[in-house]
T-cell receptor, first 117, second 111 residues
């Protein structure tokens, strides 16, 4: 597909469990972002990858949250010991950063709705 | 700190103009954005404005930026039922940087 894809679209888990959320960016996009959107709120930044490395992880709320992008393409957001407060829609975005480009739009995926019971 | 504030609701009559207002706190903001989110749909970039611009017009959309007051507005001319959505004001320091979003303004259209 041409856009950012995220799997699963919905995930229901129990408190204390471990979950992994996957993001497939647009092919060739070097930058990848994770955001979290709680009900009634705007998206909140979590982490930004440029290539394989995390360029900014200042939005990760605590050490239960971790994200990887080992080959500079697909990324996985990992949440350990889930809590009810982690329930939200997790959004991924990608962007083609670099070169002489003046503006780099972030293209958002449809999100994964995580529900922690 | 970085904060973006906007009113939660706006109701307008079909055919009228809608004006959604936003204030932000980060004086280092370089890009200001308006995003649209419809139920069941993804986040769609409507338009953006660079911080050295005062105004940007794109068909029915007009964005006004008052950098001194850190105030951004989005005007939608001839509002249609298809414009019903949540509109997010947002800012970033660079286009590769994290985007800081407001809580969104829900626009509803009256017949």
């Amino acid at each position: 597909g041409a856009g950012v894809s995220q799997t699963p679209s919905n995930k229901v888990t129990e408190k204390g469990k471990y979950v992994e959320l996957r993001c497939d960016p647009i092919s060739g996009h070097t930058a990848l972002y994770w955001y979290r959107q709680s009900l009634g709120q705007g998206p909140e930044f979590l982490i930004y990858f440029q290539g394989t490395g995390a360029a900014d992880d200042s939005g990760l709320p605590n050490d239960r949250f971790f994200a990887v992008r080992p080959e500079g393409s697909v990324s996985t957001l990992k949440i350990q010991r889930t809590e009810r407060g982690d329930s939200a829609v997790y959004l991924c975005a990608s962007s083609l950063v670099g070169g002489r480009r003046f503006y780099n739009e972030q293209f958002f995926g449809p999100g994964t709705r995580l529900t922690v019971l | 700190g970085e904060d973006v504030e906007q009113s939660l609701f706006l109701s307008v009559r079909e055919g009228d103009s809608s004006v959604i207002n936003c204030t932000y706190t980060d004086s280092s903001s370089t890009y200001l954005y308006w995003y649209k989110q419809e139920p069941g749909a993804g986040l769609q970039l409507l338009t953006y404005i660079f911080s050295n611009m005062d105004m940007k017009q794109d068909q029915r959309l007009t964005v006004l930026l008052n950098k001194k007051d850190k105030h951004l507005s989005l005007r939608i001319a001839d509002t249609q039922t298809g414009d019903s959505a949540i509109y997010f004001c947002a800012e970033s320091r660079g286009s590769a940087s994290k985007i800081i979003f407001g809580s969104g303004t829900r626009l509803s259209i009256r017949p």
